[in-house]
């Protein structure tokens, strides 16, 4: 069985069918990439993916359990977790309390154990700050972990997202065109980055990207989509010398 089993996914806004009739089956241990043009309606995947978007019709089974339409905050915890286009971090607080965020879901404690300081909260305190620590180590960032997260370089808040995104503990990781706006020893370092995050936690991950340097090189299926429907799926290589593919997308 798949790990992510998407069948018949459609949404409307008004007249508008911006995705339809949408299948993706993702295995354990994948990584798969989502391309198309812009508009194509990729994002709109993610956002009905993490129940921003509630779909008109269809279904998402994500390791047995149907989230289809579920809220946000039961979707995360089911496993989804995702980064977004726009990098979306608390840049008012520090490299570490960034990830500490994500860990809340692993160790929650009571508001009056946090008030007054009871041992109970310290000791969570003490274990979300070594996870924090030792996944900030994974991206080579726990040198800034005491940074404001609006200080660091465009490349290192990228990561930031992501080791965020991780903290969750997902099942499933959802990277929405993370070389965006990377110049390209940026993208080389994500590139090995991805691979990594993959490799160490045995992560299940699926991308939206235009960089097909980035595509080809860590993705071992696509799906293409146009207009809003699958054009093309199957295995990278087959699907990138695909001449309806190379009309519609690479051929911009």
Do not use: W
């Not at 994002?43 to 809220?71: Q, W």
């Amino acid at each position: 069985m798949a790990l992510l089993d998407v069948n018949n996914l459609g949404i409307s806004f008004g007249g508008l069918r911006a995705v339809d009739s949408f299948d993706i089956h993702i295995e354990k241990g994948q990584l798969y990439g989502l391309i198309g043009p812009n508009g194509a309606g990729k994002t709109t995947v993610f956002n009905m993916l993490t129940g921003v978007y509630k779909p008109t019709d269809g279904t998402i089974v994500l390791d047995g359990e149907n989230i289809t339409g579920k809220k946000t905050t039961h979707i995360n915890r089911a496993g989804v977790a995702r980064t977004f286009q726009n990098i979306r971090l608390f840049k008012n607080l520090s490299v570490l309390d960034n990830v500490k965020v994500g860990l809340h879901n692993d160790y929650p404690y009571s508001t009056l154990s946090g008030i007054l300081r009871l041992p109970s909260y310290r000791k969570q305190e003490k274990a979300m700050n070594e996870k924090a620590m030792e996944l900030l180590k994974v991206f080579d960032l726990d040198k800034e972990c005491d940074y404001l997260a609006s200080n660091l370089p465009y490349g290192k808040q990228r990561k930031l997202e992501i080791a965020r995104a991780l903290a969750t503990n997902p099942k499933l990781l959802l990277l929405d065109e993370p070389a965006a706006g990377m110049n390209p020893n940026e993208t080389g370092e994500l590139m090995e980055t991805i691979k990594l995050i993959r490799d160490e936690f045995d992560m299940t991950i699926l991308l939206i990207e235009h960089d097909m340097k980035l595509v080809s090189g860590i993705c071992e299926k696509l799906t293409v989509l146009n207009f809003g429907r699958v054009l093309a799926e199957g295995e990278t290589s087959e699907v990138l010398n695909n001449p309806e593919v190379i009309k519609a997308y690479l051929g911009d």
